[in-house]
């Protein structure tokens, strides 16, 4: 302390101190995505056919992001965009095309896929299901059925001990919870209807398919390769403090939404998988001001979803349990960049408010590594780190039927908001510039460009960008 008797100066520097607000040591960094959205052709899938039979041409998953072709290329800009992890999933119609036959080709193929990330040393969080069937397991009921489990259990058994060696963390199930909303509630996916009873089934052959696989993962891993699911997991709200019928409302979803699967599947977690999306207000008898009040005070994604930083630390102080968590997913969809960078640092300035307060989260996955096809909405929402140029890419398609040269990749580019998770991961932690971010219209190039000059070294690199690509891309859109 300055003996200049100033007390001022010295209680200005304790509360105004720049640091680096760090995660722990060890902390994964990575991406997510999942093998229908991105890989293309899927044509033994549930969803291949239903796409072709209720949606327009336009909202088709095709090709989707030729992954299946292009994954060294796309493992290679995770590599280069700093992440130490992976999470992915395998798609269970490829490998079992037909009840009981399965495909060593594309056992192998995921093989190949693996491997490559391990080459990369990146971690791997490896989804066993998520959300598309075998269209032979849909026509034979789908999760409705008694005998899906089995039939998942089957297929679990016959894939793991060939890939088990490249995954370091299983999911078994994706989101059961949302599968359930879009399939009876929404009614937006395939086999929707409405029916309590179709329902209570899928939810209790969904909790059974998981409690299997996990017994078997155990049985053949007992340490060393944790198994969880990956849950959409929502912050609720009550608009007025003391109304109960809100109380009531924020009660029961939490306990539906939230924990009901973790209750019937009691003990056959190692880890909580949370993917955080969601934050909902309830206020009585008035859902539209409700939005409408919230689109008008709050950031919001593309797709309308709140931007509501404070909701994953509440998920997250909620959950808090003797096991580890990890953030499976959480992103935003957004062709306004700033905007990704906003949601970024806010986020995970709540993550990390989380930890300091003892919730043990070990790792985020960054929702999506690229653009991808989103389900019943198509490709419009752009979720990615990586921009996917899909007019590029269908003619790279083109170009690929009639020569033998390797895959292009000009149809990803990489976005500024990718070189600012890149700056978090290499630091483990959000360096005290990047905060400006949180402002609005605050432009990635200005802070990126800060921050190179700050770390004396070069943010900004041709290398750190995807193959045949040389800059990144100079115009991000202002912010609304
Ligand atoms: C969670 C799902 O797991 C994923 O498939 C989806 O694309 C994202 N949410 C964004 O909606």
Redesign the pocket.
Known sequence: MPDNGVILDNHLEEHHDHETIYFPSGFLWGA?T?AY?VEGNNTNADWWYWEQTHQPPEKWSGQACDQYNRYEQDFDLAKQLGHNAHRLSIEWSRIEPKEGEFNQAEIDHYKKVLKSLKDRELTVMLTLW??TLPKWVADKGGWESGQTPQFFERFVKRIVPEIGVFVDFWITL??PG?YIYETYIERAWPHSKKSWIGQAKTFLNLTSAHKKAYKYLHSVYPVGKPVGI?N?ILSFESYHKHSVTEQVAVSLNDLFANHLFYFFTHGTHDFLGI?Y?FHVRFRSGSFIAERRDMMQTHDISD?GWEVYPEGIYQVLTDLADDIPIYIT?C?I?STNDDRRNRFLISYLQEVARAIKGGVNVRGFFY??LLD?F??HLGFE?R?GLVEVDYEVLAKEQELRKSTTSPYKTQSRKIRPSALVYKDIIQNNGIPHSLLRFIGHTVRAEEVLEKRSKETEKEMIQPEVLGKGQKEIPEETEKTA
């Open positions: 997510s999942s959205q998520h959300f994706n989101e949302v990956a959409n993917n999306y797709m997913e992103g969809a929702w999506s991808n989103e389900w929402p979720f």
